[in-house]
């Protein structure tokens, strides 16, 4: 039968004695280095109690000082050879040392994964591993150019229950002309509105034309400039609509007015390759069955086929209400969200008030250093409050959890395009975040041959070569 009393070990396994020998002549450290490595050995009082128990022997567990603790398990694989400690081949640092050691670690600022492989295969302290996650999470420049976040699961927008209740709204650009481009969240239905300018009261009158036809909506989701400014915010009060904007330089956020945009532009290309009035291929569209539907925007909104010069009967131009449309919207939408979902991280990320954050758009080249001092009303949007500047807007798929001490990176290898209109614009539209004043040059200053923008760049005109 086999005895549950372990044998005290009198001998070390002769093989790794000379494993471990063969390891300490060859260390290739310099002198210097091997010389401080085991000055600091001899001076580590944890060291030097191994090293007692090491000659001497180990007492009983309960005997063993708490700093030794970690290394009583290991008892039988501990060694000294030429005043330094070893873990099998692996070198045991001094607790003096093992700072120097993770930042050579980390050196060259490779990721957590390929450092604690490299140490692994190296030294051995207790925690060793705790404290070069730390070290590198705390780094600034790994923290400034760390990777995009990845995808959170799909938040998608609530499906109104009524026709025309909640429409998206977005200006596109066409041929030097600007359009007004709305959609129906229910039915789908697309209207394309050509604007004079991108004014808000332009963009206010499009939107007139509109509800002359449909009514007012309920809600509005739109980007933000023009329609949170105030001449635009004035008028959805005073008809008791409620705007719901996207982050900046977020549209994502805004999909169905973006793709809204995108089928616009479809159109507008092709009418002008055929010389159509471009509000035909409207009709046509809101005429089509929509993807994965035997019913077209039309059908829903209207209850109705509308008359084009495709042949049709008179029957088929009867109006037909439509009904559990609401159902099979919000099916195909739940079948949308497990397909995106698949590719995802499983969790959404919060922030709270006052934490530290890195952020960045899809545009910057790194993060930048901020702090969280609002929740907006919009999910997944928070309000970031920037060194010496005006609080932004950003949507948690640009932020990060900052983790090192630095209060602000370097700018001086980059341009620092932080004063974009979009970010200005959705500060404004706010109440509770106060901005300080800011005083924008005339547009026509002039810096030796430069031309100063309002946001306040200066840009700089190419030297072309005068024959």
């Given at each position: 039968?086999?005895s549950?009393?372990n044998?005290?070990?009198?001998?070390?396994?002769?093989?790794?004695?000379?494993?471990?020998?063969?390891?300490?002549?060859?260390?290739p450290?310099?002198?210097?280095?091997k010389?401080?490595?085991?000055?600091?050995?001899?001076?580590?009082?944890?060291?030097?109690?191994?090293?007692?128990?090491?000659?001497?022997?180990?007492?009983?567990?309960n005997?063993?000082?708490?700093?030794?603790?970690?290394?009583?398990?290991l008892?039988?694989?501990?060694?000294f050879?030429?005043?330094?400690?070893?873990?099998?081949?692996?070198?045991?640092?001094?607790?003096?040392?093992?700072?120097?050691?993770?930042?050579?670690?980390?050196?060259?600022?490779?990721?957590?994964?390929?450092?604690?492989?490299?140490?692994?295969k190296?030294?051995?302290w207790?925690?060793?591993?705790?404290?070069?996650?730390?070290?590198?999470?705390q780094?600034?420049?790994c923290?400034?150019?760390?990777?995009?976040n990845?995808?959170e699961?799909?938040?998608?927008?609530?499906?109104?229950?009524?026709?025309?209740?909640?429409?998206?709204?977005d200006i596109?650009e066409?041929a030097?002309?600007p359009?007004?481009?709305?959609?129906d969240?229910?039915?789908?239905?697309l209207?394309?509105?050509?604007?004079?300018?991108?004014?808000?009261?332009?963009?206010?009158?499009?939107?007139?034309?509109?509800?002359?036809r449909f009514?007012?909506?309920v809600?509005?989701v739109?980007?933000?400039?023009?329609?949170n400014?105030?001449?635009?915010?004035?008028?959805?009060?005073?008809k008791?609509?409620?705007l719901?904007t996207?982050?900046?330089?977020?549209?994502?956020?805004?999909?169905?007015?973006?793709?809204a945009?995108?089928?616009?532009?479809?159109?507008?290309k092709k009418?002008a390759?055929?010389?159509?009035?471009?509000r035909?291929?409207?009709?046509?569209?809101?005429?089509?069955?929509?993807?994965?539907?035997?019913?077209?925007?039309?059908?829903?909104?209207?209850?109705?086929?509308?008359?084009?010069?495709?042949?049709?009967?008179e029957?088929?131009?009867?109006?037909?209400?439509?009904?559990n449309?609401?159902?099979?919207?919000?099916?195909?939408?739940s079948i949308?969200?497990?397909?995106?979902?698949?590719?995802?991280?499983?969790?959404?990320?919060?922030?709270?008030?006052?934490?530290?954050?890195?952020?960045?758009?899809?545009?910057?080249?790194?993060w930048?250093k901020?702090?969280?001092v609002?929740?907006?009303?919009?999910?997944?949007?928070?309000w970031?409050?920037?060194?010496?500047s005006?609080?932004?807007?950003?949507?948690?798929?640009?932020l990060?959890?900052s983790?090192?001490?630095?209060?602000?990176?370097?700018?001086?290898?980059?341009?620092?395009?932080?004063?974009?209109?979009?970010?200005n614009?959705?500060?404004n539209?706010?109440?509770?975040?106060?901005s300080?004043?800011r005083?924008?040059p005339?547009?026509?200053?002039?810096?030796?041959?430069n031309?100063?923008?309002?946001?306040?760049?200066?840009?700089?005109?190419?030297?072309?070569?005068?024959?």
């Amino acid at each position: 039968m086999l005895s549950r009393n372990n044998l005290s070990v009198t001998e070390h396994d002769k093989e790794m004695l000379q494993i471990v020998h063969s390891v300490s002549i060859h260390l290739p450290m310099s002198p210097e280095r091997k010389l401080l490595f085991r000055k600091e050995t001899n001076n580590d009082e944890t060291l030097s109690l191994l090293c007692k128990y090491y000659h001497e022997g180990w007492p009983e567990e309960n005997k063993v000082p708490a700093d030794c603790q970690p290394y009583y398990k290991l008892r039988n694989s501990i060694y000294f050879q030429s005043g330094f400690a070893f873990l099998e081949d692996k070198i045991i640092v001094p607790k003096n040392l093992r700072s120097d050691v993770v930042k050579l670690i980390h050196e060259g600022h490779i990721g957590i994964g390929k450092c604690l492989n490299r140490s692994r295969k190296l030294f051995y302290w207790p925690k060793m591993s705790q404290e070069i996650y730390q070290y590198v999470m705390q780094c600034h420049t790994c923290e400034k150019f760390r990777s995009r976040n990845c995808h959170e699961p799909l938040l998608p927008h609530k499906i109104p229950k009524l026709r025309f209740s909640k429409i998206g709204a977005d200006i596109l650009e066409f041929a030097k002309k600007p359009y007004l481009v709305v959609v129906d969240y229910f039915s789908h239905w697309l209207e394309l509105i050509p604007l004079p300018d991108k004014s808000a009261k332009s963009v206010i009158s499009g939107f007139i034309e509109i509800f002359s036809r449909f009514g007012f909506p309920v809600e509005i989701v739109s980007d933000n400039n023009p329609f949170n400014s105030k001449e635009c915010l004035d008028y959805f009060k005073s008809k008791d609509i409620c705007l719901t904007t996207s982050s900046p330089h977020y549209p994502r956020s805004n999909g169905m007015a973006e793709k809204a945009v995108d089928i616009s532009k479809n159109i507008l290309k092709k009418a002008a390759e055929d010389s159509v009035d471009y509000r035909e291929y409207v009709m046509s569209y809101n005429n089509a069955p929509l993807a994965g539907m035997v019913v077209s925007p039309s059908q829903i909104l209207n209850s109705r086929t509308m008359r084009t010069l495709v042949p049709i009967t008179e029957k088929a131009l009867e109006p037909v209400v439509i009904k559990n449309i609401h159902k099979l919207l919000i099916l195909k939408q739940s079948i949308n969200k497990s397909k995106f979902d698949r590719s995802v991280r499983k969790k959404e990320v919060k922030f709270n008030i006052g934490d530290e954050v890195v952020y960045r758009t899809g545009k910057d080249e790194y993060w930048k250093k901020g702090k969280i001092v609002k929740k907006c009303k919009e999910p997944r949007s928070y309000w970031v409050e920037r060194d010496g500047s005006f609080p932004i807007r950003r949507t948690t798929n640009h932020l990060k959890k900052s983790f090192s001490n630095t209060k602000q990176f370097k700018t001086s290898y980059y341009n620092d395009d932080s004063r974009a209109t979009e970010d200005n614009t959705t500060l404004n539209s706010d109440p509770m975040i106060s901005s300080p004043a800011r005083v924008s040059p005339p547009r026509d200053v002039v810096y030796d041959n430069n031309y100063c923008t309002r946001s306040g760049r200066v840009v700089k005109p190419p030297n072309r070569l005068d024959l």
